[in-house]
């Protein structure tokens, strides 16, 4: 050989150690084509039921998901509550899968395991619109999901949650019962806890918990505890505590007048006169509760009292409760003449407060009040001066919105 053969002999060997590892890279870029590009049926499913609220379209990513997932615990999560929404919001019945949708339901719904259940519970943790049918889903399998629950509220999981949990508990109802009484008498579960499920107890309404709530009275320590114990048992029929609850409308812990004051709705013949004098205290729910109690025992004289609130100083809770009340007030002409006091009110100039104002023309709107301004017409003609209030005193353009409003519905 050559040196000029040698020389070529090289070069061409060299270039063929280059092609191989050359070929060797386009063939594994030709393998990586083969793979999935964009996002996965489980991140495009999440997105259409959780951001869009689409079931339909929802169901066929997850569907695929499940199938597709090594970890299959999140689609099949997200396909109990797909199939929930789709069946509450007629989607299902519309497009003609209702009756899939409902096999798949209750068929996944009874094979709900517990990490499973732990799963929806952590997707539902953020609020969404499918929030709702998610939870129904889990009330519908049981005292199964009774167990993780009063775990959860006793660990803290999921606080988001807890006020639903509380009504959940609720719709399960007294196939929960025994759960419910078993964490309620543990010395280790938190008094505000015990709270909780005493109200639970009161929803539920089984009186087979008289016998363990009087035990536990025996032993309360907390006065709120005891309090919310002597509310549930009259709710279940004994009657024997009312007198205590009554009194502990001025009791001075608050947490003790919170729970009075709440079942002061349920208490046969209590005193209007009593509700009243509670009005004055300076806590917004025992305000609250006692309004709400006065649409039952309504009494005209407390007419003025719930004016008073409207103007007070109080959180939005108490006011919009007034509201509620004296509509059921008007309704049954225990408010005669209110709307001209209201409208004199709100042009005078002495309610100062935007959100005050604001209150008082709602009032205004509702119908026992716009028929007592239209019925003034001849005499007062409310209507014209709220028009020129409107028109060129009100600064606030959120009451001047709402005076429109009320305006155009007397038209």
Same mark, same amino acid.
């Given at each position: 050989?050559?040196?000029?053969?040698?020389?070529?002999?090289?070069?061409?060997?060299?270039?063929?150690?280059?092609?191989?590892?050359?070929?060797?890279?386009?063939?594994?870029?030709?393998?990586?084509?083969?793979?999935?590009?964009?996002?996965?049926?489980?991140?495009?499913?999440?997105?259409?039921?959780? %951001?869009?609220?689409?079931?339909?379209?929802?169901?066929?990513?997850?569907?695929?998901?499940?199938?597709?997932?090594?970890?299959?615990?999140?689609?099949?999560?997200?396909?109990?509550?797909?199939?929930?929404?789709?069946?509450?919001?007629?989607?299902?019945?519309?497009?003609?899968?209702?009756?899939?949708?409902?096999?798949?339901?209750?068929?996944?719904?009874?094979?709900?395991?517990?990490?499973?259940?732990?799963?929806?519970?952590?997707?539902?943790?953020?609020?969404?619109?499918?929030?709702?049918?998610?939870?129904?889903?889990?009330?519908?399998?049981?005292?199964?999901? /009774?167990?993780?629950?009063?775990?959860?509220?006793?660990?803290?999981?999921?606080?988001?949650?807890?006020?639903?949990?509380? *009504?959940?508990?609720?719709?399960?109802?007294? %196939?929960?019962?025994?759960?419910?009484?078993?964490?309620?008498?543990?010395?280790?579960?938190?008094?505000?806890?015990?709270?909780?499920?005493?109200?639970?107890?009161?929803?539920?309404?089984?009186?087979?918990?008289?016998?363990?709530?009087?035990?536990?009275?025996?032993?309360?320590?907390?006065?709120?505890?005891?309090?919310?114990?002597?509310?549930?048992?009259?709710?279940?029929?004994?009657?024997?505590?009312?007198?205590?609850?009554? +009194?502990?409308?001025?009791? /001075?812990?608050?947490?003790?007048?919170?729970?009075?004051?709440?079942?002061?709705?349920?208490?046969?013949?209590?005193?209007?006169?009593?509700?009243?004098?509670?009005?004055?205290?300076?806590? +917004?729910?025992?305000?609250?509760?006692?309004?709400? +109690?006065? *649409?039952?025992?309504?009494?005209? %004289?407390?007419? %003025?009292?719930?004016?008073?609130?409207?103007?007070?100083?109080?959180?939005?809770?108490?006011?919009?409760?007034?509201?509620?009340?004296?509509?059921?007030?008007?309704?049954?002409?225990?408010?005669?003449?209110?709307?001209?006091?209201?409208?004199?009110?709100?042009?005078?100039?002495?309610?100062?407060?935007?959100?005050?104002?604001?209150?008082?023309?709602?009032?205004?709107?509702?119908?026992?009040?716009?028929?007592?301004?239209?019925?003034? *017409?001849?005499?007062?003609?409310?209507?014209?001066?709220?028009?020129?209030?409107?028109?060129?005193?009100?600064? /606030?353009?959120?009451?001047?919105?709402?005076?429109?409003?009320?305006?155009?519905?007397?038209?």
């Amino acid at each position: 050989m050559t040196k000029q053969e040698s020389h070529d002999f090289r070069r061409g060997s060299i270039k063929k150690v280059m092609i191989i590892p050359l070929v060797v890279l386009l063939l594994a870029g030709v393998g990586c084509d083969t793979k999935q590009k964009g996002p996965s049926n489980l991140s495009v499913g999440r997105s259409k039921l959780i %951001d869009s609220g689409n079931a339909l379209e929802a169901v066929e990513h997850l569907e695929k998901a499940e199938q597709e997932e090594v970890n299959k615990l999140e689609p099949r999560a997200l396909l109990v509550i797909a199939y929930s929404h789709g069946l509450s919001t007629g989607s299902a019945s519309s497009h003609g899968v209702e009756a899939k949708f409902k096999n798949q339901r209750e068929q996944r719904v009874q094979e709900l395991t517990e990490a499973e259940i732990k799963q929806v519970l952590q997707i539902l943790s953020t609020p969404s619109r499918v929030q709702r049918d998610g939870l129904q889903a889990l009330v519908d399998k049981g005292p199964e999901v /009774s167990v993780i629950i009063l775990d959860s509220l006793i660990k803290g999981r999921y606080p988001s949650l807890h006020a639903n949990f509380t *009504e959940m508990l609720v719709q399960i109802g007294s %196939d929960g019962l025994d759960l419910v009484l078993a964490k309620l008498t543990d010395e280790m579960t938190p008094p505000a806890i015990k709270i909780k499920l005493v109200q639970v107890l009161a929803g539920i309404g089984d009186a087979k918990a008289i016998d363990a709530l009087k035990t536990l009275q025996s032993g309360a320590g907390e006065v709120g505890l005891a309090m919310e114990i002597n509310t549930t048992l009259y709710q279940l029929g004994e009657e024997s505590y009312k007198k205590d609850i009554i +009194a502990g409308l001025s009791h /001075s812990d608050v947490t003790v007048r919170r729970a009075a004051a709440k079942a002061m709705v349920n208490i046969s013949d209590v005193s209007p006169k009593t509700l009243m004098a509670g009005l004055k205290d300076t806590d +917004a729910e025992v305000v609250a509760s006692l309004v709400r +109690a006065l *649409e039952k025992h309504r009494d005209a %004289d407390a007419v %003025d009292e719930l004016v008073n609130i409207l103007t007070s100083g109080l959180s939005k809770d108490p006011k919009q409760a007034a509201i509620n009340t004296l509509d059921v007030y008007g309704q049954n002409k225990l408010a005669r003449g209110l709307a001209k006091r209201i409208t004199m009110l709100l042009i005078g100039g002495t309610v100062s407060d935007a959100n005050n104002r604001l209150h008082l023309v709602q009032l205004l709107k509702r119908e026992p009040f716009v028929k007592q301004i239209q019925v003034t *017409e001849l005499y007062d003609n409310l209507e014209f001066k709220l028009y020129e209030y409107q028109k060129e005193k009100e600064e /606030s353009e959120l009451v001047k919105t709402s005076l429109k409003q009320l305006l155009d519905a007397l038209q």
